[in-house]
């Protein structure tokens, strides 16, 4: 069985200060994961994903997670936080390469001027 | 299309109808998911078809849900004799394969009073 655990509901950072939104996973078997963004008002899109090929996976819009198998976690992380970022950030574990997924609760990011 | 469409953009009905969502994957796509995500909470998986089977429906919470993909193209999620505990946003998502990236639609959001 798989699940996620996304640290915190509600981050707030300062516009070009870094990002750090937490996920730790738990899974029985190697996991796949992954993390999406929501922007209001539309769908999911992904971000990164991880499928064993490298630890440090480099997504689109300047985010990047590192797989930790020892800590269980997959936390995201941009240098730089620019004001288009704000969104609802969601964790994702499965246990297969399919799209049958266990999300995490969610993170909101909200970024300040 | 250029995305997964979904309809109707918002769907409010009375407790005890039938309802019916619709989902158009994007053309070609060989796979096609359903998610449910209840307010401040991550999306839950439905069931999933690859083409026009349905290959997981471990996720339909009783037997008043179902979705059928009889082509192989578009897909209708039905929900029976509603109840107000199925209010949520329903999500649709497609991918060129079962292990390809998800494309999700901005979904319908159900209202049941």
């Known amino acids: 069985a798989q699940s996620v655990t996304q640290l915190g509901s509600h981050v707030s950072v300062s516009e070009g200060a870094l990002v750090l939104l937490r996920c730790n996973y738990s899974?029985?078997?190697?996991?796949?994961l992954f993390w999406y963004v929501q922007y209001p008002n539309q769908g999911l899109q992904l971000l990164l994903k991880?499928?064993?090929?490298?630890?440090l996976v480099k997504g689109i819009n300047g985010f990047e997670a590192e797989f930790k198998k020892s800590e269980t976690s997959f936390h995201l992380t941009k240098p730089s936080a620019h004001m288009s970022d704000a969104a609802e950030y969601f964790c994702?574990?499965?246990?297969?390469?399919?799209?049958?997924?266990?999300f995490g609760q969610g993170t909101t990011l909200q970024v300040k001027p | 299309g250029a995305g997964v469409s979904q309809s109707p953009r918002y769907k409010v009905t009375k407790r005890g109808q039938d309802v019916a969502l619709r989902c158009d994957p994007i053309?070609?796509?060989?796979?096609l998911y359903w998610y449910r995500q209840a307010l401040g909470q991550g999306p839950e998986f439905l069931t999933y078809?690859?083409?026009?089977?349905?290959?997981?429906k471990s996720g339909l919470p009783n037997d008043r849900f179902s979705a059928e993909r009889p082509e192989g193209s578009i897909s209708t999620l039905t929900i029976q004799r509603t109840e107000q505990r199925d209010s949520a946003m329903y999500r649709c998502?497609?991918?060129?394969?079962?292990?390809?990236?998800?494309?999700f639609g901005s979904g319908t959001q159900l209202s049941v009073l």
């Open positions: 998502a497609s991918s060129s394969d079962r292990n390809e990236k998800l494309f």
């Open positions: 899974s029985s078997v190697p996991p796949y």
């Open positions: 991880y499928t064993s090929a490298a630890t």
């Open positions: 994702a574990v499965s246990g297969a390469n399919t799209g049958k997924l266990i």
């Open positions: 053309s070609g796509h060989v796979s």
């Open positions: 078809f690859n083409y026009e089977a349905q290959q997981d």
